[in-house]
């Protein structure tokens, strides 16, 4: 059992979030998951075009995310999801890729924590590290610093693997690498066992089991940890 593991002996008190990315992958695993938690009294999204409420505690709000800064007050909450991600192929350039990836989770981050926050959550990739030489991963730790030096009381970052599920857009690279892996899949084991793909939707059921759990401090979890928790929601 991971350390932190959740403590059911006494209800929680209601609690907000905001999520940016709830029509992603696993964003919008997330928030069908938070809209029916009666944990959370309010979730906010945040995105650039409208979307379908999910439950009566849904509120969805359309931002500019070049001027973030005039939407501060729908960043007040308690939790913040940030489950944003491209590629470079989609987003153009790299240039593009950052602003996803780095500069618009790190603006939340500071709004969020302004806001109230305790509690930053960030949806990050097997393999970030801000020193690495590799752009993808360098910019995915460069994102966890930008949450760790918000100031939350705990920051909750994932790390999965390949992610799998449908998606609404197609990735034929993605596509490509999950199907190697998937053949490679019985040869994944030991050290090797986490490269095996991420379900997204573990990866959204882990994020909601932690979030609720809120163990104080910095975190990060990898694909095993991220599976455990996974069935712990």
């Known amino acids: 059992m991971p350390e932190n593991a959740p ?57 500019d995310f070049d001027r973030l800064a005039d939407s501060a007050d729908l960043f007040r909450c308690d939790d913040l999801f940030c489950c944003l991600g491209t590629t470079k192929k989609q987003a153009g350039s790299k240039e593009a890729f950052r602003r996803v990836d780095l500069e618009i989770p790190a603006e939340a981050a500071r709004l969020a924590r302004a806001g109230g926050a305790a509690q930053g959550l960030l949806v990050s990739a097997l393999g970030a590290d801000a020193d690495s030489r590799i ?8 994102a966890e610093e930008a949450f760790r030096d918000a100031g939350f009381e705990a920051v ?14 197609v990735r034929p690279g993605e596509r490509a690498a999950e199907a190697v892996l998937g053949a490679l899949r019985p040869a994944l084991v030991g050290p090797l066992r986490r490269l095996r793909p991420t379900p997204a939707v573990d990866v959204a059921r882990a994020l909601v089991a ?18 455990w928790w996974a069935r712990h929601v």
Do not use: C
């Open 7 to 63: 403590d059911r002996s006494a209800a929680p008190p209601v609690r907000s979030a905001v999520l940016l990315g709830g029509t992603g992958l696993v964003g919008g695993h997330v928030l069908r998951l938070l809209a029916r938690d009666g944990r959370w009294g309010r979730v906010v999204t945040l995105g650039r075009r409208p979307m379908e409420p999910a439950s009566h505690r849904h509120e969805d709000h359309v931002v």
């Open 135 to 142: 752009f993808y991963n360098r910019t995915k730790g460069e």
């Open 156 to 169: 909750q970052v994932v790390r999965p693997s390949l992610l799998t599920g449908d998606r609404d857009e």
């Open 210 to 227: 932690i979030a609720a759990a809120a163990p104080p401090g910095d975190h990060a979890y990898g694909p095993r940890t991220i599976a």
